[in-house]
């Protein structure tokens, strides 16, 4: 059905279905002019915002509504997962193009709502107008966090461990099957389901915001997101290749489409995973914590100011330029 059908209300009454799943910090949801929810006593605030444009950020040849939505609120949860905090309420603007019909738009929301009820994060509110080329949808989100374990990047210290969640480079393999046609390799689905449905790290950031110091999530790349916390912790890191956690899915893309693994560990992006810098006293104790293997060490935080260094397997020292994906450059 064409949205001009049922309209822009006819829309938001689509929309406004299942999108409350923690009624009790929601006062007013969808369908006044601004919604109204109850922080929790004692908590720090933290409201963050990501948006998605068509052809910047998603190509619909490769991307489901469902997906499309999905990724745009876990996006998002990363961002305040990154501070350690816990996602509350959701605010999902979107600029339509015609060519897009009703059904595209259920299935976008189809895809925010499966995120939001998995992290119990309400849909509050937004906006919806016409666009007359691309599809742009941005989320705000809030979430909340106790003072003493909010995680800034600008706390780094020397001599602390450089830890990683995860495995790097999946999402920008999972982004080459697509592009070169591998969709149906046998080591495709996990590379492809990180790149379009990103696991934002909620709930083992809440564990480690309980240990670290700082804490980044890896959005634009290692590379960059390393020397984020470098910079504005006015300290260095050695990160040490043959620590780096790389999936032998992501070393079989790189090996067929002639790609260096490493590049995509450290200059892919979209892993959505977390960067986090912690004392060495401390690692023993968050590890009794989480799931085994949850968390891999990569490097050490020296005194070095504002320098990223990678030790090379041939055990060259090399400087690390953050040249992930830049908008402007
Ligand atoms: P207003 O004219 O006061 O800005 P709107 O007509 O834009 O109100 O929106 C009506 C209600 O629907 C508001 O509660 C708004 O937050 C919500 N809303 C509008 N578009 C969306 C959307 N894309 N997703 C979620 N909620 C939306
Ligand atoms: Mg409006």
């Known amino acids: 059905m064409n949205i001009k059908e049922i309209g822009e209300f006819g829309l938001i009454d689509l929309i406004k279905r299942d999108a409350i799943v923690d009624a009790e910090s929601v006062v ?44 745009a609120l876990a996006v998002n949860l990363s961002d305040i997962a990154a501070m350690g905090g816990i996602p509350k309420q959701a605010v999902i603007s979107i600029a339509l193009p015609e060519r897009l019909d009703v059904a595209f738009v259920v299935e976008l929301y189809r895809g925010l709502k499966a995120v939001a009820r998995a992290f119990q994060v309400n849909i509050v509110g937004g906006d919806t107008i016409g666009s007359l080329h691309d599809l742009t949808i941005n989320v705000a989100v809030t979430g909340e966090i106790a003072p003493e374990f909010l995680q800034r990047r600008s706390s780094a210290k020397a001599g602390e461990l450089v830890v990683v969640t995860g495995r790097l480079g999946a999402s920008a393999a999972g982004l080459l099957c697509l592009q070169n046609g591998l969709r149906e390799a046998s080591f495709a689905p996990p590379l492809i389901s990180a790149h379009l449905t990103p696991v934002p790290q909620v709930e083992l950031a809440q564990v480690i915001a309980r240990y670290a110091s700082s804490m980044n999530d890896i959005s634009d790349g290692l590379a960059s997101e390393s020397k984020e916390i470098a910079t504005a912790s006015g300290v260095g890191m050695l990160l040490k290749e043959h620590c780096l956690p790389c999936d032998a899915a992501v070393a079989e893309v790189s090996h067929r489409l002639e790609k260096k693994a490493l590049d995509l560990i450290l200059y892919g992006g979209e892993d959505y995973q977390l960067i986090f810098t912690i004392a060495p006293e401390k690692y023993d104790a968050l590890l009794t914590m989480i799931p085994p293997r949850a968390v891999t060490v990569i490097g050490e935080v020296t005194s070095e100011k504002d320098s990223v260094s990678l030790l090379r397997l041939d055990g060259a020292i090399v400087k690390l330029e953050p040249k992930g994906y830049n908008h402007f450059t």
């Open 28 to 71: 007013v949801g969808i369908g006044d002019d601004a919604a109204v929810f109850r922080p929790t006593k004692g908590m720090l605030q933290l409201i963050a915002t990501d948006m998605l444009a068509e052809g910047i950020h998603f190509d619909l040849r490769f991307i489901e509504p469902f997906e499309l939505g999905y990724k």
